[in-house]
């Protein structure tokens, strides 16, 4: 009786060990290794059933060859996988594992040399190369809450040539239904997991497609920000020294970092995208087009008109007069319609010039505004000549603020979702990436100090891959070294953070991602 409650705490610290084990490949060690050490077993073997119903190797170990395939060992374990099913579709019902998994019961073999019904020849020739004798083989299989076979649990060769005893199957039988609920939690999770990661995914590919000109920035800030929060990890120097992000701070750096444009969601895409001072769902620049050629025929239908009005004050037959006049009327039609040409091409290049406007420009502009196209509408609308006065770029000021309020939109989005605990501050880093080191940043207009660590690195993560990004529409391919120099401008008033920078250039963060997303030209330092 006292062996026997021995027996049940062993299996109870088992249980509870195993299910606090949340890395795959240990805990299907720990399943074998514990199973081994319950029943004496020399070896044993741990199968995965695949999606395409195969038996993968997962772990191998023999004490007495002192062999350790897979699991936490550096060596992978070289056996191919094995069919649960023959080509015409019948149970693999030959081999052991197959016959235990198909049919979900255990199955206990007193000497594989003298086994009937099931096929040995891999096991023999494994012996015959070692030099080692398999005898009883103990093959359960470990089920999950729906009653399928998830894994496969082998032992061979209990202590002294003896059999596996009732008292072993029991409790490999109760060990495999332990290990059948941790790995069924384990698999659950990890699926949550995959499935919310997946989700991201998505969201991050949509807001890349609705803006083709920002290209893949939402994949690619992630692998940046990772690679910096790794570096600040190595960092022995300076201020960051000693910080160290555990793998659940980073995991929660990358979602957030995925995450950090989902605002743009709701940013019209005419706005995102406006490659022209006029563009909205259109460019409406065709509409000014349309009212100087309104004009230009008014001009047109008004030479016309001076014409017969001559005939009306003259006698026809004053052929040289006609000549002299009519030639004064055609060349003053040709030099209004010549300078409304010359207008009209003028407005269409500045409506694809980002360059900033002078004020010789907004002048103009004015005077255009003012002047009527000949169907009671001025040649530019209140709008438009707003579109066409932007001091630099192609956005106005309203629209800026519309760009910005993704932002907004972005914690709005974020803070609504439940996220479990080690993602709780995903909402305020995914929003911080607007903000600036001197406070003058958006949408919150925080300082260095109140701008968390993670949010300044994806901060720099974000900037670095908009500068250097080689597939822009809108800008070259920079090299790394006018990168850089832009960079340390923003790091010099304030927009970035100095700490995080130097980081970021001394471990070099930045090169694994170079090598794999820029340009060979572009990577000059």
Not at 278 to 302: A, C, P, S, W
Not at 319 to 342: C, N, P, S
């Amino acid at each position: 009786m006292h062996v026997d409650q021995k027996i049940f705490e062993r299996l109870n610290e088992i249980g509870i060990a195993l299910s606090k084990e949340q890395r795959r490949e240990v805990l299907l060690e720990l399943i074998l290794k514990h199973a081994k050490e319950l029943t004496g077993a020399d070896g044993g073997t741990l199968y995965s059933v695949t999606h395409d119903q195969r038996l993968h190797f997962e772990i191998s170990i023999s004490t007495s060859l002192g062999l350790h395939f897979g699991g936490t060992s550096s060596a992978t374990v070289p056996y191919k996988d094995l069919p649960l099913f023959l080509e015409d579709g019948s149970f693999n019902d030959t081999l052991i594992v197959a016959y235990a998994v198909n049919h979900k019961k255990t199955v206990h073999v007193k000497d594989a040399y003298e086994a009937h019904g099931f096929d040995f020849s891999g096991t023999r020739a494994f012996d015959s190369k070692t030099g080692y004798r398999t005898r009883a083989v103990l093959t359960i299989p470990i089920k999950n809450h729906e009653n399928d076979v998830i894994c496969c649990l082998q032992l061979i060769n209990p202590p002294g040539e003896q059999d596996f005893d009732a008292a072993d199957i029991q409790l490999a039988e109760s060990l495999a239904s332990q290990a059948g609920v941790a790995l069924t939690n384990h698999l659950l999770i990890d699926s949550l997991r995959k499935l919310f990661e997946s989700l991201i995914r998505v969201i991050a590919e949509a807001v890349d497609e609705k803006s083709p000109s920002t290209g893949n920035h939402s994949k690619r800030v992630p692998i940046l920000a990772v690679l910096l929060a790794d570096a600040i990890n190595d960092t022995t120097e300076g201020p960051l020294q000693g910080i160290h992000f555990t793998p659940a701070e980073i995991y929660e750096i990358k979602i957030s970092s995925f995450l950090h444009d989902c605002g743009k969601i709701t940013t019209p895409v005419h706005i995102i995208e406006k490659q022209s001072k006029l563009q909205t769902i259109f460019d409406r620049i065709e509409l000014v087009h349309m009212r100087y050629n309104t004009l230009i025929q008014k001009i047109g239908k008004e030479m016309l008109a001076r014409k017969l009005q001559w005939f009306e004050l003259h006698h026809p037959q004053e052929f040289t007069a006609a000549q002299k006049d009519f030639a004064l009327i055609d060349a003053q039609y040709h030099d209004q319609v010549r300078q409304l040409e010359d207008e009209k091409l003028w407005l269409q290049n500045l409506n694809l010039t980002s360059g900033k406007a002078t004020e010789e420009t907004i002048q103009r502009l004015g005077k255009i505004a003012h002047t009527d196209s000949g169907s009671g509408q001025p040649l530019l609308t209140p709008n438009e000549l707003e579109n066409l006065s932007i001091p630099h770029g192609n956005l106005t000021e309203s629209e800026k603020e519309i760009i910005r309020h993704h932002v907004v939109m972005t914690y709005r989005m974020l803070s609504q979702l439940d996220f479990p605990k080690e993602l709780r501050q995903v909402p305020e880093i995914a929003s911080s990436h607007h903000e600036r080191a001197d406070g003058k940043g958006y949408p919150r207009g925080l300082k260095k100090d109140e701008i968390s660590l993670q949010a300044r690195i994806l901060i720099v993560a974000d900037t670095f891959e908009a500068l250097s990004a080689p597939d822009r529409p809108y800008k070259p391919a920079l090299p790394l070294s006018e990168v850089f120099q832009i960079m340390e401008g923003m790091v010099a008033d304030g927009h970035l953070d100095q700490d995080v920078y130097d980081v970021f250039i001394k471990k070099k963060a930045y090169l694994p991602y170079a090598r794999q997303f820029l340009m060979p030209e572009q990577i000059d330092i």
